[in-house]
């Protein structure tokens, strides 16, 4: 292969450095805040370029989707007008670039590959030796858990680059991580901390207020350019809403009270995650107890959750598309939740989109939410959000379907399930009000030269 200079092509900047050099020392975790076109992608592409080539393994760079992926990194170019992919060198690949599956194959058996989380299944049983997570903050959570382990196992190194959306999953994995500087290299670059080696701004206030003029919303930009946490996540229907909760205090612990029903809401997933949400009704007060989630099983995972659980049911909220027959079993849904136990089910009506996210706009207020329980469908709520628009630079009048819209078309249900039946008692097709959890009421069953980053 002969010689090969690292980083090829690429001199980081001063404020790059920190990261590499604390990976070069031994470090293996690190989480990067650092704002839009500051060089997060391209520094940590070629650090994995520079592994790939000394280490041989498999390294990921993980985006939020797939498209996104491709659009941003495998199609994409640097400010400069640099191909990303050239950062690879050729005399280092073995063939050309795979663009179907986003795969860069080395000489020496290394992968390097673009992966969206939107597919996270795809990765489960690989073997990675170091991992990008780009955009995390609107990343399925899920992808890091999957992928700790196998880091753990190899000793291998993950890379976490992203701006702010909100008090998200991001941010609580952020705080985690500034608490153990030991295992792991934090920062946050703002637009006021990153200047190039002429000592010019990377960003200056008027390239933001250019960005602002031609489309971008104002509390998306403190989030790009500022890394502020505290602005809602931009495009969000519930931002707000649930901010608001967080600062009266009802997003803290809250019991399950066996004096009252517990009754379940879901989202079904065709080919996708299954999500359930727990709520009892006390007075006015809807308590949202529970959370549940899962992929790729089937019908009777589901059936045993709800039966390990403690709780004494009342109704199963469940989407008007419950009742269709299935062409490999020639049942339905309902049919099977009612074979299984999951009794009474209650169809929901259909409602439109926007008229069911009206509903849960009305009824968040009303709800208080169990911190811990709901963890990740609280995430789903803070990160449910419109689609944006590239071409026009605009929000568009309907949700991104990624992986937070599982929990959050679930509360949809809950929403419009309990408006219904708050305004037309009886309206809901029922099988029966046998509770068939009772009897288990409150019972739990290569040569290479390089220099470290220097420029």
Request: charged fraction near 25%; charge should be neutral.
């Amino acid at each position: 292969m002969g010689i090969i200079k690292l980083p090829y092509g690429f001199s980081p900047r001063s404020y790059q450095l920190p990261v590499l050099e604390f990976l070069d020392g031994g470090g293996k975790r690190a989480m990067l805040v650092w704002h839009r076109r500051s060089g997060k992608d391209s520094t940590m592409l070629n650090y994995a370029v520079k592994k790939a080539i000394i280490d041989p393994g498999v390294y990921y760079h993980l985006f939020p989707t797939f498209t996104l992926g491709k659009r941003v990194l495998w199609d994409g170019r640097t400010r400069e007008g640099k191909k990303f992919l050239d950062y690879i060198p050729k005399e280092a690949r073995d063939g050309k670039p795979n663009d179907t599956e986003m795969k860069v194959r080395f000489k020496n058996g290394s992968i390097y590959q673009v992966i969206g989380t939107d597919q996270y299944d795809s990765i489960i049983g690989t073997n990675p030796k170091g991992c990008i997570f780009s955009e995390y903050s609107v990343q399925n959570p899920k992808a890091w858990d999957l992928i700790r382990p196998i880091l753990t196992e190899n000793n291998g190194w993950a890379v976490f680059i992203f701006t702010p959306r909100g008090k998200n999953h991001a941010w609580k994995d952020f705080q985690k991580a500034k608490a153990d500087p030991v295992r792991w290299f934090t920062q946050t670059l703002t637009v006021g901390d990153t200047k190039r080696d002429d000592g010019t701004p990377v960003i200056t206030q008027e390239d933001i207020d250019q960005e602002i003029k031609d489309g971008m919303d104002p509390e998306l930009s403190r989030q790009e350019f500022w890394c502020s946490w505290t602005a809602p996540m931009s495009g969000s229907y519930y931002g707000k809403l649930m901010e608001k909760a967080e600062s009266e205090g009802r997003v803290c612990n809250v019991p399950w009270d066996p004096k009252y029903p517990v009754d379940t809401w879901w989202d079904l997933g065709i080919g996708d995650a299954t999500a359930i949400w727990f709520t009892q009704s006390v007075g006015r007060e809807i308590r949202v107890i529970d959370y549940a989630i899962a992929a790729g099983v089937g019908f009777e995972y589901y059936a045993k959750v709800l039966k390990e659980k403690p709780y004494a049911y009342g109704r199963h909220g469940f989407p008007f598309d419950a009742t269709a027959k299935e062409l490999g079993t020639g049942t339905s849904i309902e049919e099977q939740a009612y074979s299984l136990g999951i009794r009474p089910v209650d169809i929901i009506p259909k409602l439109s989109i926007e008229d069911g996210i009206s509903a849960v706009r009305s009824i968040i207020p009303r709800c208080w939410f169990d911190r811990t329980k709901c963890e990740e469908g609280l995430d789903a709520l803070n990160s449910y959000h419109k689609e944006w628009d590239e071409l026009n630079r605009c929000w568009k009048q309907r949700p991104l379907h990624d992986w937070s819209s599982n929990g959050a078309d679930a509360f949809r249900y809950f929403a419009v399930g309990f408006r219904e039946a708050t305004m037309s008692k009886g309206s809901f097709k029922s099988e029966t009000s046998f509770n068939v959890f009772a009897d288990n009421y409150g019972i739990r069953e290569s040569e290479t030269e390089f220099d470290v980053w220097a420029r």
